[in-house]
């Protein structure tokens, strides 16, 4: 019987064998483990991507276009103190993890061979830094070239019989360099006889025994220290290794823990889904640096985690897991301010020895917390604490800050000693940083980006290395640069790859004159209408259009027409890819981060007057009373008339000799709008407030010259109205369209413990009563918020209102039932952004789904996905809440420096009140800020805290109350402050 | 009951009886005059043939018999079990046979387990799944399986979860009776199968090493205490007996001329220091109950004989002539002394049992 086997046969090719597998197991989220194979077919055309190499250019695969991808290395690879003839660098897995920063310098690390071995190894232990690696191989002038060993026939390695997977991995590590040693050698020799210059491939690594065994292999290495010693400009690189590597090291006899240690994963697993334990992001009180909260599932309030033992060294960010505490651990959350660096001013970074977790004065404050908490009666409730037994996800990413000046041993600029100083981070829910550098007298007084790498359970700070230094404290330009780091705003110039998908014609590009151009298909000629845009003064990016005309039948024909971005911006190319990330375009105070090129976002998508211009319109037929007889969506060509801003569109609407049809269509959009106004509001819209100001600036220097709060005319809301009603009605379309897949956008009701607060401060304070039952009893009684003495009162009590609200968001529709579509704010059942596509991504999508429903295009797949598309919202979300707090972070930084040296009394408000300061907020500078004990009078005088009448009552010399909402005099100044370095406004009692 | 249909011969009652003469001789002589009476036909094994599977064996006989186990685990979170307190109650109920006294606490691994964590399928090409042949294979290997409690208990997480174990066979459509080719490929599959090694402790949610070097075989060579572990899953041999002859691993025209047709299950346990441990006994109706009888020329007319006149009167001349030489179905029911003879070739110190165990091991190693 001729027998057969099921089992693949080596034999075949010879011994030479050309696949391999690789076997792994599996565990899914449901809890499903598998077993996983995956063959691996190995071949021989990788090339080595050196110019030096002729043979891997013959093999090389080629493209569509019969082209072999552009080889990487360069031909002459710069050389070292032990390489003369120069060095393509190949290193291991910890060589990345540790020293990121360093590659992705510009001066240094060129030619570098990333092994996919390596690459592999770097996305399983840290998917930011594997992303980051990414973008280094991406970056054509650093030359770094991912080869693909583990495909390569001669390189793949396969895994020996009780072999780990470290082991394994590190000989697949030297296997490709020796590879590449032999190979490189080869392709010089046939380049020609007279063998010159070599170029040895180095493997980088600080695993010592790799190192070891190398040596033995004799294959070229160098540990990561000793290569960079070697460069130029060694100090500043050397401070850019992370530190956690390091400490393992050198600490490793020392026992003593200051932190308790994380449970095992699995164990948190089985907690949080067996309900005992709770899993949510670790949030630290901007006042009190001691006190978290997290917000888990399982409750309508955030569980407060209290003191640094409790927080186990989460970091602000970071997603925990938390265990519940005893109920005689429960505290009130805290009237206190406590700052860090009134507390631990005189900590060394330096020693280690003799530290405690808490330190004698943390303890004692948190001491007199607990004290406060007994004395309490219902009113502070103790709450229910929690400790952080396990983190889940570190969200740590670059920190801005400045180097604490106490912490620095010698501040001499020549000194190049080592030593360990701290870093104060701006975000002062961030602990200080261990930094371990040898340019501590450089780097004080200048703003500097820092990461965290590790935080032992002996330490009692999380230890970080240095990133780079973005310039001198108050210096526009790192700060700028600085609150755009801390909020994540994508700021880089746009890639090539972007630049590439805009029109060919660039500025040139024109409306096609021909009906008969494919541009024109599906588009109505709108050019003959009134249109005008509305917009701030100096508007670039305009994004919508207006106009009104008057109906045969009495009626009014109403025109809302946005710039037509998705005819330019097509689903999945790498511009869109970009503007998804983007998120949104930020505004700053002197400066705009776009989410589009220049070229479409100010001119071939914004609306300019005088030009044609594609546009998408909604168009209604509306009755004299505002009432919506019908709705109509069609992509248009339109010219506007006129740009106005919206004080000259006021002018001119209040001028009674402009009697052309262009200003009357705008008093028709006036009426109207005030119509649609009344309605809305009826139905329960609010109409919150949040302190906005504007800062001019000089327009040469954009050096701020004054502050003036924002003045809102009768157009703003003219065109806000008209914005909100295009908005609704695509809404409404789009969800007709696709039901599981429209991207809306919702803000559900605050739930009513978020007003519980200031309900009660209102009926104690001012004997009024705040309804929360729906938006209309909000509304309603918001408007009654009345202190006849004081017209700003209302406002006030709005700005703390809005507070208690929940951010509006971005949602797909198959995520959420259809009552939970709901925008409490504009009392609308349902909502989405339709008007602002050339600064908000969402709008875009929105348009690409109108033009799917209304059959001008097929819509793209990705769109169709509610899993990509709620990816997509995740993270616009988020885009959107640092933008604005960016924006906000800007305004923060100008008022600071337009006040600069200045000296003013203002009037304030007293808005918040804690057991050792309070908040004042100052409606002339829409700034508000702390006044703590402290700074009114030294030593810091006596006070009585009536937490029940919101009344502090301050003995000593001061010797005066101070209550909630009062009214008081401030001085205004400025000041520097310590904890963050930012020039901020400091306010004093007069 | 064997289902017959398959299984039907189609030799003609001289040659049954022919084949019965030489099985009786003492020694008998088999169809294979090559083999004696306790010698299994060749075959070829292999294992680890299915990359996908945790465990996987294919063993093939000569005439083309062929069986190809795969065997799955998945990890399923178990029923709530009472306290230790309510426990021996709720197993009784559940295990049935499980001694109420044994069960208290102390012996904790013999209740661990639970019958339904091992689904064993049979798929034969041309039968339906609900077809006696496959359905019956695949609960008397079921019943093998669970019967020493072992392998069960082995899939023991902790209390809240468990592996299940699907151990799918696909069988070639059979050309002799196959219990005894599965059961050794089922046998040589589990042997080969390994479970992912866990990580979390006590009743956590299970979480396993995603390295699949480090995973755990579900029969280890070697204890933790260095001493040879001999726990392996049970096997079944099947025996026949014609006349006072005992002949193991019969091809299907021995099987036509049996008189009995038994079933042994036996597994090589720690508990026993020698030999194997036989776990389950069943007999099988052999198809030679089926087969046509040969008609003596006494009761044919057409060779000068007088053909009965009722089907009472047939049956008492055929009693009388049994031992003619005249093919005679075999009535069935097997002497005691025949069964204790079978169970003790097959349990002895290097018996069957022993002899097929350590094969199938050498496998492994070869």
Redesign the interface.
């Given at each position: 019987m001729e027998y057969f086997s099921l089992k693949r046969s080596n034999a075949v090719d010879g011994g030479n064998f050309s696949l391999s597998s690789k076997v792994y197991v599996r565990s899914t989220k449901s809890g499903k483990v598998q077993k996983i194979v995956r063959e691996l077919y190995l071949r021989q055309d990788i090339p080595c991507s050196s110019n030096l190499c002729r043979a891997c250019l013959q093999i090389a695969p080629t493209d569509y276009s019969n082209k072999v991808a552009p080889f990487v290395l360069s031909d002459t690879p710069a050389g070292s103190k032990n390489f003369p003839s120069g060095q393509y660098l190949a290193p291991d897995t910890n060589a990345f993890l540790t020293g990121m920063d360093l590659f992705e310098v510009e001066s240094a690390f060129h030619d570098v061979i990333v092994l996919q071995t390596v690459l592999e190894e770097v996305k399983n232990r840290s998917l930011p830094l594997y992303h980051r690696l990414i973008a280094l191989t991406k970056n054509e002038g650093k030359r770094f070239y991912v080869f693909f060993n583990e495909f390569r026939q001669e390189t793949h390695v396969q895994r020996a019989v009780g072999e780990t997977i470290n082991d394994r991995n590190d000989r697949a590590v030297r296997k490709a360099v020796q590879w590449y040693n032999q190979h490189i050698a080869a392709a010089v020799a046939t380049r020609s006889k007279k063998s010159q210059r070599i170029p040895s491939v180095v493997m980088i690594s600080d695993d010592r025994d790799n190192l070891k065994k190398s040596k033995a292999e004799g294959i070229p290495a160098l540990t990561l220290s000793e290569f960079v010693s070697g460069l130029d400009n060694a100090d500043e690189l050397l401070d850019m290794i992370s530190a956690a590597q390091e400490r393992r090291e050198v600490r490793t006899g020392k026992a003593e823990m200051f932190y308790p240690e994380y449970y095992s994963t699995s164990k948190m697993m089985t907690g949080v889904k067996a309900g005992t334990m709770h899993q949510g992001i670790f949030n630290v009180s901007p006042y009190n640096y001691l006190e978290g909260s997290v917000h888990v599932p399982a409750f309508d309030k955030s569980l407060l985690v209290l003191g640094r033992e409790n927080s186990n060294r989460a970091v602000s960010g970071d997603v925990v897991v938390v265990e519940v505490l005893p109920k005689d651990q429960w505290k009130a959350p805290s009237t206190k301010i406590i700052e860090e660096e009134t507390l631990n001013k005189n900590d060394n970074p330096e020693a280690e020895d003799g530290e405690n977790v808490s330190s004698e004065r943390e303890r004692r404050a948190l001491q007199e917390e607990v004290k406060r908490v007994h004395g309490q009666n219902a009113e502070g409730r103790p709450q229910p604490t929690a400790r952080v037994v396990g983190i889940i996800k570190r969200n740590w990413r670059q920190y801005v800050g400045h180097i604490d000046r106490d912490s620095v041993r010698s501040s001499s600029k020549t000194s190049r000693q080592q030593q360990v100083v701290f870093l104060v981070p701006m975000d002062k829910r961030i602990p200080k940083i261990r930094l371990r550098t040898r340019q501590a007298g450089e780097l004080l007084g200048q703003r500097v980006l820092a990461t965290i790498d590790a935080w032992e359970r002996d330490s009692r700070y999380p230890f970080g290395h240095f990133v780079r230094s973005l310039g001198e404290l108050e210096s526009k330009g790192a700060e700028t640069e600085a609150l755009l780091l801390e909020w994540d705003v994508q700021y880089r110039p746009f890639p090539k790859t972007v630049l590439d998908c805009l029109p060919a014609e660039g500025h040139d590009w024109k409306v096609p004159a021909d009906l008969q151009n494919p541009g024109w298909r599906g588009r109505k000629d709108l050019r003959d209408l009134l249109v005008c845009s509305i917009d701030p003064p100096g508007c670039v990016d305009i994004d919508d259009a207006l106009h009104a005309r008057k109906l045969p039948n009495g009626n009014f024909e109403v025109g809302v027409h946005i710039a037509d971005v998705s005819h330019f911006v097509k689903p999945n190319n790498a511009m869109d890819k970009e503007a998804s990330q983007r998120g949104t375009t930020v505004y700053l105070v002197d400066k705009r981060i776009d989410m589009l090129p220049m070229l479409l976002g100010t001119d071939l998508c914004s609306l300019k007057p005088y030009v044609e211009r594609y546009a998408f319109s909604v168009l209604w037929e509306i009755t004299s009373d505002a009432d919506i007889v019908s709705a109509n969506f069609t992509k248009s060509v339109i010219r506007s008339r006129e740009a106005f801003s919206y004080e000259q569109a006021q002018i001119r609407i209040d001028d009674a000799a402009q009697q052309d049809d262009l200003t009357n269509g705008m008093r028709t959009l006036m009426m109207l709008s005030k119509k649609l106004r009344q309605k809305r509001m009826d139905a329960g819209a609010l109409n919150l407030a949040s302190p906005e100001v504007k800062i001019q600036t000089e327009s040469e220097t954009s050096d701020p010259v004054d502050v003036q709060t924002k003045k809102a005319l009768d157009t703003n809301s003219l065109v806000e109205e008209f914005m909100l009603l295009a908005n609704i009605s695509v809404a409404g379309k789009n969800y007709e369209a696709f039901p599981q897949t429209a991207l809306l956008r919702r803000h559900a009701a605050p739930p009513k413990t978020n007003f519980e607060e200031l309900s009660n401060q209102l009926k104690v304070k001012k004997g009024l009563e705040l309804r929360t039952d729906s938006s209309k009893a909000l509304a309603d009684s918001l408007d009654l918020c009345i202190d006849s003495k004081e017209p700003f009162f209302n406002t006030l009590v709005r700005i703390m209102a809005t507070r208690c609200m929940m951010s509006a968001e971005y949602f797909c529709s198959g995520t959420q039932a259809y009552p939970e579509f709901r925008h409490y704010g504009l009392a609308s059942e349902i909502y989405t952004h339709f008007t602002s596509p050339i600064r908000r991504y969402a709008d875009l999508e929105a348009h690409r789904q109108l033009a799917a429903a209304i059959d001008y295009e097929s819509l793209d797949p990705s769109l169709h996905s509610k899993s990509k598309l709620e990816g997509v919202c995740k993270n616009i979300n988020v885009r959107h809440r640092n933008a604005q707090m960016a924006g906000r972070a800007s305004i923060e930084y100008y008022v600071g420096q337009a006040l600069k040296g200045k000296d003013i009394v203002e009037e304030g408000f007293v808005m918040k009140i804690f057991s050792n300061g309070f908040v004042v907020f100052v409606p002339r500078f829409g700034i508000e800020s702390l006044i703590r004990l402290r700074d009114l009078e030294t030593p810091e005088p006596e006070a009585e805290f009536d937490a029940e009448n919101y009344v502090l009552n301050v003995r000593g010399g001061v010797g005066r109350d101070v209550e909630l909402f009062q009214k008081v005099q401030v001085r205004i100044t400025d000041e520097k402050e310590e904890s963050t370095g930012k020039r901020k406004v400091r306010l004093s009692l007069v | 009951m064997a289902p017959a249909m398959a299984l039907q011969v189609s030799l003609s009652p001289a040659e049954l009886s022919y084949l019965r003469a030489t099985l009786s001789q003492t020694p008998p002589i088999r169809l294979d005059h090559t083999k004696g009476p306790r010698d299994f036909r060749s075959m070829?094994a292999?294992f680890?043939?299915?990359?996908?599977?945790?465990g996987s064996a294919?063993i093939?006989l000569?005439d083309?018999l062929e069986a190809?186990v795969g065997v799955k685990?998945?990890?399923q979170?178990s029923q709530w079990q009472p306290a230790p307190g309510q426990q021996e109650k709720a197993l009784s109920v559940a295990a049935g046979d499980v001694n109420m006294a044994e069960a208290d606490g102390e012996d904790d691994a013999r209740t661990k387990g639970h019958n339904t964590w091992i689904e064993l399928s049979i798929d034969v090409p041309g039968f339906r799944d609900d077809d006696p042949l496959p359905v019956f294979l695949a609960s008397m290997l079921h019943e093998t399986l669970v019967a020493d409690g072992q392998l069960k208990d082995k899939l023991y997480i902790n209390r809240r979860f468990h592996w299940k174990l699907y151990i799918d066979v696909l069988l070639s459509p059979p050309l002799s009776y196959p219990l005894a080719l599965l059961s050794m490929a089922t046998h040589l599959a589990l042997l080969t199968t390994r479970l992912?090694a866990l990580?979390?402790?006590k009743?956590?949610?299970?979480?396993?090493?995603?390295?699949?070097?480090a995973?755990l075989p579900l029969y280890p060579n070697s204890g933790r205490d260095g001493r040879a572990v001999v726990d392996k899953p049970p096997v079944i041999v099947v025996a026949l007996a014609v006349g006072d002859n005992i002949i193991f691993d019969p091809c299907k025209e021995e099987l036509a001329v049996a008189d009995a047709v038994l079933a042994v299950a036996c597994t090589s346990s720690s508990s026993s220091s020698k030999g194997v441990q036989i776990v389950g006994m069943r007999t099988i109706d052999p198809p030679s109950h089926l087969t046509p009888p040969g008609i003596p020329n006494s009761m044919n007319s057409a060779t000068g004989g007088t053909a009965p006149a009722s089907s009472a009167d047939a049956l008492t001349q055929r009693e009388l002539l049994a031992s003619s030489g005249v093919w005679t179905p075999p009535r069935g029911g097997m002497k005691r002394a025949l069964l204790g003879q079978v169970s003790k070739m097959v349990s002895e110190d290097g018996g069957i049992g022993e002899e097929v165990i350590t094969a199938l091991e050498s496998i492994e190693l070869g």
């Amino acid at each position: 019987m001729e027998y057969f086997s099921l089992k693949r046969s080596n034999a075949v090719d010879g011994g030479n064998f050309s696949l391999s597998s690789k076997v792994y197991v599996r565990s899914t989220k449901s809890g499903k483990v598998q077993k996983i194979v995956r063959e691996l077919y190995l071949r021989q055309d990788i090339p080595c991507s050196s110019n030096l190499c002729r043979a891997c250019l013959q093999i090389a695969p080629t493209d569509y276009s019969n082209k072999v991808a552009p080889f990487v290395l360069s031909d002459t690879p710069a050389g070292s103190k032990n390489f003369p003839s120069g060095q393509y660098l190949a290193p291991d897995t910890n060589a990345f993890l540790t020293g990121m920063d360093l590659f992705e310098v510009e001066s240094a690390f060129h030619d570098v061979i990333v092994l996919q071995t390596v690459l592999e190894e770097v996305k399983n232990r840290s998917l930011p830094l594997y992303h980051r690696l990414i973008a280094l191989t991406k970056n054509e002038g650093k030359r770094f070239y991912v080869f693909f060993n583990e495909f390569r026939q001669e390189t793949h390695v396969q895994r020996a019989v009780g072999e780990t997977i470290n082991d394994r991995n590190d000989r697949a590590v030297r296997k490709a360099v020796q590879w590449y040693n032999q190979h490189i050698a080869a392709a010089v020799a046939t380049r020609s006889k007279k063998s010159q210059r070599i170029p040895s491939v180095v493997m980088i690594s600080d695993d010592r025994d790799n190192l070891k065994k190398s040596k033995a292999e004799g294959i070229p290495a160098l540990t990561l220290s000793e290569f960079v010693s070697g460069l130029d400009n060694a100090d500043e690189l050397l401070d850019m290794i992370s530190a956690a590597q390091e400490r393992r090291e050198v600490r490793t006899g020392k026992a003593e823990m200051f932190y308790p240690e994380y449970y095992s994963t699995s164990k948190m697993m089985t907690g949080v889904k067996a309900g005992t334990m709770h899993q949510g992001i670790f949030n630290v009180s901007p006042y009190n640096y001691l006190e978290g909260s997290v917000h888990v599932p399982a409750f309508d309030k955030s569980l407060l985690v209290l003191g640094r033992e409790n927080s186990n060294r989460a970091v602000s960010g970071d997603v925990v897991v938390v265990e519940v505490l005893p109920k005689d651990q429960w505290k009130a959350p805290s009237t206190k301010i406590i700052e860090e660096e009134t507390l631990n001013k005189n900590d060394n970074p330096e020693a280690e020895d003799g530290e405690n977790v808490s330190s004698e004065r943390e303890r004692r404050a948190l001491q007199e917390e607990v004290k406060r908490v007994h004395g309490q009666n219902a009113e502070g409730r103790p709450q229910p604490t929690a400790r952080v037994v396990g983190i889940i996800k570190r969200n740590w990413r670059q920190y801005v800050g400045h180097i604490d000046r106490d912490s620095v041993r010698s501040s001499s600029k020549t000194s190049r000693q080592q030593q360990v100083v701290f870093l104060v981070p701006m975000d002062k829910r961030i602990p200080k940083i261990r930094l371990r550098t040898r340019q501590a007298g450089e780097l004080l007084g200048q703003r500097v980006l820092a990461t965290i790498d590790a935080w032992e359970r002996d330490s009692r700070y999380p230890f970080g290395h240095f990133v780079r230094s973005l310039g001198e404290l108050e210096s526009k330009g790192a700060e700028t640069e600085a609150l755009l780091l801390e909020w994540d705003v994508q700021y880089r110039p746009f890639p090539k790859t972007v630049l590439d998908c805009l029109p060919a014609e660039g500025h040139d590009w024109k409306v096609p004159a021909d009906l008969q151009n494919p541009g024109w298909r599906g588009r109505k000629d709108l050019r003959d209408l009134l249109v005008c845009s509305i917009d701030p003064p100096g508007c670039v990016d305009i994004d919508d259009a207006l106009h009104a005309r008057k109906l045969p039948n009495g009626n009014f024909e109403v025109g809302v027409h946005i710039a037509d971005v998705s005819h330019f911006v097509k689903p999945n190319n790498a511009m869109d890819k970009e503007a998804s990330q983007r998120g949104t375009t930020v505004y700053l105070v002197d400066k705009r981060i776009d989410m589009l090129p220049m070229l479409l976002g100010t001119d071939l998508c914004s609306l300019k007057p005088y030009v044609e211009r594609y546009a998408f319109s909604v168009l209604w037929e509306i009755t004299s009373d505002a009432d919506i007889v019908s709705a109509n969506f069609t992509k248009s060509v339109i010219r506007s008339r006129e740009a106005f801003s919206y004080e000259q569109a006021q002018i001119r609407i209040d001028d009674a000799a402009q009697q052309d049809d262009l200003t009357n269509g705008m008093r028709t959009l006036m009426m109207l709008s005030k119509k649609l106004r009344q309605k809305r509001m009826d139905a329960g819209a609010l109409n919150l407030a949040s302190p906005e100001v504007k800062i001019q600036t000089e327009s040469e220097t954009s050096d701020p010259v004054d502050v003036q709060t924002k003045k809102a005319l009768d157009t703003n809301s003219l065109v806000e109205e008209f914005m909100l009603l295009a908005n609704i009605s695509v809404a409404g379309k789009n969800y007709e369209a696709f039901p599981q897949t429209a991207l809306l956008r919702r803000h559900a009701a605050p739930p009513k413990t978020n007003f519980e607060e200031l309900s009660n401060q209102l009926k104690v304070k001012k004997g009024l009563e705040l309804r929360t039952d729906s938006s209309k009893a909000l509304a309603d009684s918001l408007d009654l918020c009345i202190d006849s003495k004081e017209p700003f009162f209302n406002t006030l009590v709005r700005i703390m209102a809005t507070r208690c609200m929940m951010s509006a968001e971005y949602f797909c529709s198959g995520t959420q039932a259809y009552p939970e579509f709901r925008h409490y704010g504009l009392a609308s059942e349902i909502y989405t952004h339709f008007t602002s596509p050339i600064r908000r991504y969402a709008d875009l999508e929105a348009h690409r789904q109108l033009a799917a429903a209304i059959d001008y295009e097929s819509l793209d797949p990705s769109l169709h996905s509610k899993s990509k598309l709620e990816g997509v919202c995740k993270n616009i979300n988020v885009r959107h809440r640092n933008a604005q707090m960016a924006g906000r972070a800007s305004i923060e930084y100008y008022v600071g420096q337009a006040l600069k040296g200045k000296d003013i009394v203002e009037e304030g408000f007293v808005m918040k009140i804690f057991s050792n300061g309070f908040v004042v907020f100052v409606p002339r500078f829409g700034i508000e800020s702390l006044i703590r004990l402290r700074d009114l009078e030294t030593p810091e005088p006596e006070a009585e805290f009536d937490a029940e009448n919101y009344v502090l009552n301050v003995r000593g010399g001061v010797g005066r109350d101070v209550e909630l909402f009062q009214k008081v005099q401030v001085r205004i100044t400025d000041e520097k402050e310590e904890s963050t370095g930012k020039r901020k406004v400091r306010l004093s009692l007069v | 009951m064997a289902p017959a249909m398959a299984l039907q011969v189609s030799l003609s009652p001289a040659e049954l009886s022919y084949l019965r003469a030489t099985l009786s001789q003492t020694p008998p002589i088999r169809l294979d005059h090559t083999k004696g009476p306790r010698d299994f036909r060749s075959m070829r094994a292999e294992f680890d043939v299915l990359p996908g599977a945790n465990g996987s064996a294919r063993i093939a006989l000569e005439d083309g018999l062929e069986a190809l186990v795969g065997v799955k685990a998945e990890v399923q979170r178990s029923q709530w079990q009472p306290a230790p307190g309510q426990q021996e109650k709720a197993l009784s109920v559940a295990a049935g046979d499980v001694n109420m006294a044994e069960a208290d606490g102390e012996d904790d691994a013999r209740t661990k387990g639970h019958n339904t964590w091992i689904e064993l399928s049979i798929d034969v090409p041309g039968f339906r799944d609900d077809d006696p042949l496959p359905v019956f294979l695949a609960s008397m290997l079921h019943e093998t399986l669970v019967a020493d409690g072992q392998l069960k208990d082995k899939l023991y997480i902790n209390r809240r979860f468990h592996w299940k174990l699907y151990i799918d066979v696909l069988l070639s459509p059979p050309l002799s009776y196959p219990l005894a080719l599965l059961s050794m490929a089922t046998h040589l599959a589990l042997l080969t199968t390994r479970l992912p090694a866990l990580k979390s402790e006590k009743d956590e949610d299970p979480l396993f090493d995603d390295d699949w070097a480090a995973s755990l075989p579900l029969y280890p060579n070697s204890g933790r205490d260095g001493r040879a572990v001999v726990d392996k899953p049970p096997v079944i041999v099947v025996a026949l007996a014609v006349g006072d002859n005992i002949i193991f691993d019969p091809c299907k025209e021995e099987l036509a001329v049996a008189d009995a047709v038994l079933a042994v299950a036996c597994t090589s346990s720690s508990s026993s220091s020698k030999g194997v441990q036989i776990v389950g006994m069943r007999t099988i109706d052999p198809p030679s109950h089926l087969t046509p009888p040969g008609i003596p020329n006494s009761m044919n007319s057409a060779t000068g004989g007088t053909a009965p006149a009722s089907s009472a009167d047939a049956l008492t001349q055929r009693e009388l002539l049994a031992s003619s030489g005249v093919w005679t179905p075999p009535r069935g029911g097997m002497k005691r002394a025949l069964l204790g003879q079978v169970s003790k070739m097959v349990s002895e110190d290097g018996g069957i049992g022993e002899e097929v165990i350590t094969a199938l091991e050498s496998i492994e190693l070869g």
